[in-house]
Structures are given as C-alpha cells and as structure tokens.
C-alpha cells in the first residue's frame, strides 16, 4: 500500500515538473531604456514582475545570455540584475534570498564589497559585476518563483566520480529521471548520481574531480555549469 502512495505521489510530482518546464521556464523582460537602479526595479513592479531578474542558476544565466544576446553583443549594453549587497548578511545575495553559487560568472567571484557598489549588472560580455545606483542603465525584469526549473546536463553511465566532492543529499527514488529532476531543484546541485541497483540518488554540489573508476551500478547526470 505505501508503495502505491509513494508511486503515486511519484507520478504526481514527475507531471508537475514536466507541465512547468515545458512551458516558459524563466520569465524575463529585458527593457532597453536607461535608468538608475531602483528606478528600473519600481518599472518591473509596475510591469507586474517580481523585480529585476535573478540569475541564479546556469540554466537561467545561459536563457539571460541568449535573450540578451543582440544587445549586448551589438549595442553593446548590460543590464541591471536582481541582486544587491545586503549588510544584515555582509554578502551579496539575490532577490529570492539565495546567495550565488561558487561558479556563479560574477567577476571576481565572491563579488568585492564596496558601499558604492551596492546592486548587480550584466556587463555586454556576460560577466556580473557590482553596480552603482545611479549609472543610467538598460534593465531586466524577472519573476522570482522558486519553481523546479528543467536542468541541462548529460549522463554518464558506469563510471563513479572519484573527487572531492560535497554531499547535498540522499535519496530513495523511482528512476534515473527522478534523480536529475531533483538535481534541477537544487539550487547547488553539479551532478545526480543514481545508484541502479539500490535506487539511491545522491545529490552533490561543489566538487574537484579527479577522475572516475568504472562503476556499473552507478548513472550520473552532468548539470551544465555557468
Ligand atoms: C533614480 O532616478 C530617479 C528618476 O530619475 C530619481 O528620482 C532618483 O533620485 C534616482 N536615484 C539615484 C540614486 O540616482
Ligand atoms: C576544491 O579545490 C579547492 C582548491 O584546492 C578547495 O578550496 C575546495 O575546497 C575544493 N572543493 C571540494 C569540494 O573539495
């Protein structure tokens, strides 16, 4: 019987993330007028959005570098992002509470704190860097909504990850897609590795790898980095 409800929920929950991800994943606006900062940020709210977009994941960077990509690349303009230094904390995080990944493109990565230097931009070449307030800027809006986003990664099958590496999670699951669902929801979360015969699925984020020893239990799925 628990079995069932657990196949059930299972079944649920893998519809859910397929409906949301094959629809719009991020929902960004990029406005091409400059204005300061908080200017920018009052427009998206205006517009019906969050604030200004939040990037913190590699698949929302690499969607924000594609929309932008004209704009940047031709006219040459960044764009002011959703995040800020926060003194409570003494670090920079973004709108939705979480603090950038360790291979987030911030240029230098953890980003320098200076008082004058306070919001985030996208800069033409893609990098993010800290922002004034008052520097006349293009903007992008975004929506904020934590939802299990579609991750891009491959899969490696046979092969085990002999690195250092941080354990995030583990869990029971059903299946291999299960698995690299669950990686797309993690917010740190650089490969999925299930193992086939005890249907176990560990979560790992930061990691050194130092090459792999055959391992014929073992899937991993690869999440595409910045
Ligand atoms: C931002 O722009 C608005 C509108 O032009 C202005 O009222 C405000 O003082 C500006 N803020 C800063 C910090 O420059
Ligand atoms: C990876 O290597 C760097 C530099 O040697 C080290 O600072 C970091 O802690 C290592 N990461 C893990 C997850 O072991």
Same mark, same amino acid.
């Given at each position: 019987?628990?079995?069932?409800?657990?196949?059930?929920?299972?079944?649920?929950?893998?519809?859910?993330?397929?409906?949301?991800?094959?629809?719009?994943?991020?929902?960004?606006?990029?406005?091409?007028?400059?204005?300061?900062?908080?200017?920018?940020?009052?427009?998206?709210?205006?517009?019906?959005?969050?604030?200004?977009?939040?990037?913190?994941?590699?698949?929302?960077?690499?969607?924000?570098? #594609? &929309?932008?990509?004209?704009? @940047? *690349?031709? +006219? =040459?303009?960044?764009?002011?992002?959703?995040?800020?230094?926060?003194?409570?904390?003494?670090?920079?995080?973004?709108?939705?509470?979480?603090?950038?990944?360790?291979?987030?493109?911030?240029?230098?990565?953890?980003?320098?704190?200076?008082?004058?230097?306070?919001?985030?931009?996208?800069?033409?070449?893609?990098?993010?860097?800290?922002?004034?307030?008052?520097?006349?800027?293009?903007?992008?809006?975004?929506?904020?909504?934590?939802?299990?986003?579609?991750?891009?990664?491959?899969?490696?099958?046979? #092969? &085990?990850?002999?690195?250092? @590496? *941080?354990? +995030? =999670?583990?869990?029971?699951?059903?299946?291999?897609?299960?698995?690299?669902?669950?990686?797309?929801?993690?917010?740190?979360?650089?490969?999925?590795?299930?193992?086939?015969?005890?249907?176990?699925?560990?979560?790992?984020?930061?990691?050194?790898?130092?090459?792999?020893?055959?391992?014929?239990?073992?899937?991993?799925?690869?999440?595409?980095?910045?």
């Amino acid at each position: 019987m628990e079995f069932y409800w657990r196949l059930m929920i299972y079944v649920i929950f893998v519809t859910m993330v397929l409906m949301c991800t094959a629809g719009v994943m991020f929902d960004f606006h990029p406005m091409m007028q400059s204005r300061n900062f908080s200017t920018h940020e009052r427009y998206c709210h205006d517009l019906g959005y969050d604030g200004l977009a939040i990037i913190s994941t590699p698949e929302a960077y690499h969607y924000a570098l #594609k &929309l932008t990509e004209y704009v @940047r *690349t031709v +006219l =040459s303009k960044g764009f002011y992002l959703g995040g800020r230094y926060r003194p409570e904390a003494g670090l920079v995080m973004w709108d939705d509470d979480t603090v950038p990944r360790s291979d987030s493109p911030f240029s230098p990565y953890p980003p320098k704190i200076k008082s004058h230097l306070p919001y985030t931009r996208m800069r033409d070449t893609g990098k993010i860097v800290m922002a004034t307030d008052y520097a006349k800027r293009s903007g992008m809006c975004g929506n904020h909504n934590n939802y299990p986003t579609e991750s891009r990664g491959t899969t490696m099958r046979g #092969k &085990l990850q002999t690195i250092e @590496r *941080t354990i +995030l =999670s583990g869990s029971q699951v059903f299946s291999y897609l299960e698995c690299a669902l669950l990686c797309g929801m993690v917010l740190d979360c650089r490969v999925a590795e299930l193992n086939t015969d005890l249907l176990t699925c560990t979560i790992i984020g930061e990691y050194n790898s130092t090459g792999y020893i055959a391992n014929p239990q073992i899937v991993s799925y690869i999440r595409e980095t910045f």
